[in-house]
């Protein structure tokens, strides 16, 4: 396992995450695995020296955060993990159920932690900009958790540049603690992120954490192949209707099935290797729910591109809209 900065912090993290929406209940995300089912990949992860744990409070509301705390004691050493989880979105109604409000953020980050059963995270990012309340108050209450000894770092995620640019020049006047990390989408079929948000990050020195790194899996199999969220009977668009995949997509695939044959490795590692390249992604977070894909991700550190190679993942990328946010 390689290891890297958080950004321009002092926080050392694996270069590759295990990311865990996919262990839960069942009550939100249909498809997440119970604990028992879970439990080998956490002990997987370690293996490999994956010790850079993602979860969220709307993962199975809240039913990732406890399979991720029950791994923690099972498994490991909680120190020797470094513990991620998030707030924003809608948990329950009321005024303390979702958003970034002082009220929701002392009230969730709580509730987080019991979750957890730890006393502080790693790292705490907002899931989401919330455009119902004031930048101010919520980098004041972060900042807050922060000096409560309850979170060592903060993180945001998926959000336009210029929102992550105000929140981090309100903290930065009012000397409050600035945000580490961008959890952002960025994939061999969406890119966007280079556009606005990478040139922030880089300038500024904050690390990015790509989501869906694999595109759903959507880069990790042959265009035919449809037991992806590309197939028939999984969505094409997100909640606004915006599109997850297009044909144009096809030829990127394409080569990343060509070079992941020429190089005896799977596609999926040939899709994180490009991913990991990018000079401003620090780890890109990655689901497991089969045996081959924590190895798969950690193969990928090991692979360098040839700038042919490269011309052919990227030279038939169409720009799109972002999604889910």
């Known amino acids: 396992m390689k290891h890297t900065r958080l950004g321009s912090s002092g926080l050392t993290i ?6 865990t929406m996919g262990f839960g209940d069942g009550s939100r995300e249909k498809w997440a695995l119970g604990y028992e089912a879970a439990a080998p990949f956490f002990q997987q992860a370690l293996d490999l020296g994956i010790t850079f744990w993602d979860t969220a409070n709307i993962y199975s509301f809240g039913a990732s955060e ?9 498994f490991a ?7 991620a989880t998030k707030v924003h979105q809608h948990m329950h109604d009321g005024p303390g159920g979702s958003g970034l409000s002082r009220k929701a953020i002392m009230e969730q980050v709580d509730a987080s932690l019991t979750r957890l059963g730890t006393d ?6 907002i899931h989401r900009f919330d455009p119902q309340t004031p930048v101010e108050e919520t980098m004041e209450a972060l900042h807050d958790v922060v000096k409560a000894g309850k979170a060592r770092y903060l993180g945001a995620s998926s959000m336009f540049a210029w929102q992550f640019a105000k929140m981090q020049h309100a903290a930065e006047l009012n000397g409050w603690t600035t945000f580490v990390s961008m959890q952002d989408q960025y994939n061999l079929v969406q890119r966007g992120e280079e556009q606005e948000m990478f040139p922030l990050l880089a300038d500024q020195g904050v690390g990015s954490l790509p989501w869906s790194p694999l595109a759903a899996g959507v880069v990790a199999r042959p265009w035919g192949v449809n037991d992806t969220q590309r197939g028939k009977d999984n969505p094409s668009t997100d909640f606004d209707g915006r599109p997850l995949w297009q044909d144009s997509d096809k030829p990127t695939i394409d080569a990343v099935e060509r070079i992941a044959k020429d190089r005896g490795v799977s596609m999926a590692t040939i899709a994180l290797a490009w991913v990991l390249k990018n000079p401003v992604v620090d780890a890109p977070i990655v689901g497991a729910t089969k045996d081959h894909h924590l190895p798969a991700a950690v193969a990928a550190l090991d692979i360098t591109l040839t700038d042919d190679e490269v011309t052919a993942l990227e030279e038939h990328y169409v720009l ?4 889910y946010f």
């Open 66 to 74: 406890e399979i991720v705390g029950r791994a923690v004691k099972q």
């Open 320 to 323: 799109r809209e972002p999604t």
């Open 120 to 125: 502080y995270v790693d790292l705490y990012q």
């Open 77 to 83: 050493r909680r120190d020797d993990i470094v513990l």
């Open 14 to 19: 694996s270069r590759i995450a295990l990311g």
